[in-house]
């Protein structure tokens, strides 16, 4: 069932750190029971967006609406993933504690995990491919078992809407598969899925609907109407890695060629490089 | 003193036995919540709210005229809090980092004790004897009623702490996901570092301002070596404070005027040093162990592919080649012996009559997997 209005109504949402403008004046509608990517270069905003949804950054202003109800309300139907490097790894703790902590928000003060909770999170671990690795150490895990474990913790929140940072960070190409196919699930039964993400040439194969994002809002919709070169090369400023190939050939403004020779793949997939207007040296990627 | 007398005592010396259950209940508590404390890399903190205390206990005395603890530990606790409220004040709005933040905190704090600490010194009256055993601490002037206190405060905090074990464990792992579910994070922090407070205004007098942190940190890093459970950590934290409060300040309390704050620190100190030392799994002797097997492993490899490159050269792989020849051949000479030993017990190299060593059918199969096909599958050994 896809509830009639937009997942997330984002109207306004101004966020600064230091007078320094991480959002500017962003309006957003995410639609409900699609797959949603959020792109954009490194600083662009993206973590800071997902942040402000949840309600963990306080903005300079705007506000946010999530299935027409004020974050606060609207808790037990989110569910986050957050970026894998966040947590220390080493803490004292198994797979099966982390995934329960999933479970915290429902169970309300004083009242602790069960067998019940311990069954669930044995459920989302089942799903993600680590039921064998439930009374693992965290200390133990791979990179893309981390992220497995984190999508398993939000599994369980049994949420309507899921904001993801950066999943596919430092994942193999078959932990990226198994996690594509647990979002997939996630939307056919009806939910909204929000990543952030990176690799700009998985996005039309991934997802349904894309925010294109560089402190303003560049542009969103659907991908097949808004990942065009046009916007990328407004949202990268330019310095744009993988163009050949990323945007379908439909998405293609007709009659135009594509400008490859000037945009050079960068092979690290990093946009790091300097801002455009820096001068940095012999950035050949930048426009000239 | 024998230590059969030394239990004697401890068991039926009155004063011996009073300093015991007082030091053991504090280094439990300190124990166990420290354990949050250093996973949560607020380690220094520990320490500034220690120093900041002293001000208060100061103040404290200046202003009720008595030295009875509760009043004093009061004083602490409130100095205490206002110093991490500080610390919290000085980073969220003077962008400056928190070790800075702490830095200043405990010195303005500490300095302003001490300045107090001597103002009071000099009146003439008589009831302020003692103030300063809070510098070094003495677990010696510990009366029953302080014991009481101690463990009945402490035992309170624990309290809450297993009650809210499920919010502070995610507290400490993983905030901002506590945020996101909607937990007041904030309220948490405050409310975790306040019992941290308490568990170090607690030892103030038997351990002193100066190193109580000790008790507050040393038996976590300990116990973190032993368990990867929070659980097992927390409660072997506070088993540790314990041993560690019962010792330090026993041994003080049986000589004259040694302070009991370094003899705890030096006994926790022991306690750290043998956990990283001779922790299974993340001790450095069994880092040592491991890494050892590893190299022999990598050796016996080494010369394995060198058998089967030399092999190689003749009709039949398994030829059989002298040692000097695989000395020769490797890196590290003196090793080649027992490498080939190792090989020998493996069944994958066999010495003929001459002492000549050749690679046996299974052996050159091993190397054939091991080093023709690249980077290949784990040996299972």
New interface residues.
Partial sequence: MTPAGPAIEVNDLTVAYRQQPVLWDVDLEIRAGALTAIVGPNGAGKTTLIRSVLGLIKPAAGRVRILGLPVAEARRQVAYVPQRGSVDWDFPTSVLDVVMMGTYGQLGWLRRPGRDEARRAEEALEKVGMVAYASRQIRQLSGGQQQRVFLARALVQDARVHLMDEPFQGVDARTEGAIVDVLRELRNRGDTVVVVHHALQTVPEYFDDVVLLNVRKIASGPVARVFTEANLREAYGGRLPFLQGVTGGAALEPGREAPTTDILPDPGGDVSSPPAGSGGGGGSWTRP | MSLGAFLHDLLFDYTLRTVALGTAALGAVAGALGCFAV?RRQSLLGDAIAHAALPGIGLAFLLTGSRATPILVLGAALAGWLGTLAILAIVRSA?LPEDTALGIVLSVFFGAGLVILTFVQRRPTAAQAGLETFLFGQAATLLVRDVQFIAGVGAMALLLLF?????F??L???P????????PVRRLDVFLTSLLVVAIVLGLQAVGVVLMSALVVAPAAAA?QW????R??VLLGGALGAVAGVTGASISAMGRGIPTGPTVVLVASGIVAVSLLAAPGRGLVAEWIRTRRTRTRVRADSVLADLYALGSQHSRVTHPHAAATLRAMASDPAEVERSLQILESRGWARSNDQGLWALTEEGAERAERLFRSGSGEEEAT
């Fill in positions: 996973l962008r009650f809210f074990w499920k919010e464990k995610i400490a792992f993983d901002d996901f506590a945020a996101s579910l909607g937990l973190r368990t990867d459970s929070l097992w950590m």
